[in-house]
């Protein structure tokens, strides 16, 4: 089973639904983060979170919520899609204690919106 | 302004060579670790190496090595012997120990690499 888990995989709404993707990880690490990916453009950091009480915004918060509800579960909320959301999104956590502080991704979410 | 640079939309390289793919980077922070990631065509976020600022040596990990050039900024990834499984798209990013934000990333647009027969 892969460290960090993300559901859906793939995931095709229409423009005004709410969505969640969530994100579980076995890593137990304290810092996770939701990216988006969109093509030419890399990854854009969306929000991050330190542990359960704290939650920051990333670049490009607007439009998007998170919730930590442990510290292994984060998870992005678009309230009211729009179709320039359709992106790829990854989940990803870090330790910042050892090592070189890399980000262990998730699988990635695909989401489209119509 | 731009913190990760990769010039190199897209590169070809035939099966058996070396390929160097591009990354300069922009930081007035002293302590930062700059990194690849390999993404292949089902998607998923593959880290390759690192390299730490203070590091003397040039990172190396198999057939990856990067190619650090602290007074030039510049972290470009050398690919020996290149394998038909090297094509995907390689991202370059930085981590800013003191003025980045809880241990984030900032990544460049990517290079696709295309490895031919």
């Known amino acids: 089973d892969a460290d960090v888990t993300q559901t859906p995989r793939n995931r095709i709404t229409k423009t005004g639904k709410r969505i969640m993707l969530e994100c579980s990880q076995t890593k137990g690490h304290d810092r996770m983060y939701w990216y988006r990916q969109d093509p030419g453009l890399g990854l854009q950091l969306i929000y991050y979170s330190f542990d359960v009480k704290d939650i920051n915004k990333g670049e490009i918060s607007d439009g998007y919520s998170v919730s930590r509800q442990a510290q292994a579960k984060f998870s992005l909320s678009l309230e009211s899609a729009i179709p320039n959301q359709t992106a790829l999104y990854f989940c990803?956590?870090?330790?910042?204690?050892?090592?070189?502080?890399?980000?262990?991704f998730g699988e990635g979410s695909r989401l489209t919106v119509l | 302004a731009q913190k990760i640079t990769q010039t190199q939309p897209g590169m070809f390289v035939q099966e058996k060579e070396a390929v160097t793919l591009d990354c300069t980077y922009d930081?007035?922070?002293?302590?930062?670790?700059l990194f690849w990631y390999k993404q292949p065509s089902s998607g998923e976020m593959i880290f390759l190496i690192y390299?730490?600022?203070?590091?003397?040596q040039n990172a190396t990990e198999g057939r990856y090595s990067l190619n650090f050039q602290k007074a030039r900024k510049s972290a470009n990834l050398v690919i020996s012997a290149s394998q038909l499984g090297d094509s995907a798209m390689y991202f370059c990013?930085?981590?800013?120990?003191?003025?980045?934000?809880?241990?984030?990333?900032?990544f460049g647009t990517g290079t696709r690499l295309q490895v031919t027969l």
């Open positions: 990803a956590t870090s330790d910042p204690t050892g090592g070189t502080g890399e980000l262990f």
């Open positions: 990013a930085m981590r800013e120990v003191f003025t980045g934000t809880a241990s984030k990333l900032t």
């Open positions: 390299q730490g600022s203070y590091d003397q």
């Open positions: 930081t007035s922070d002293p302590s930062y670790g």
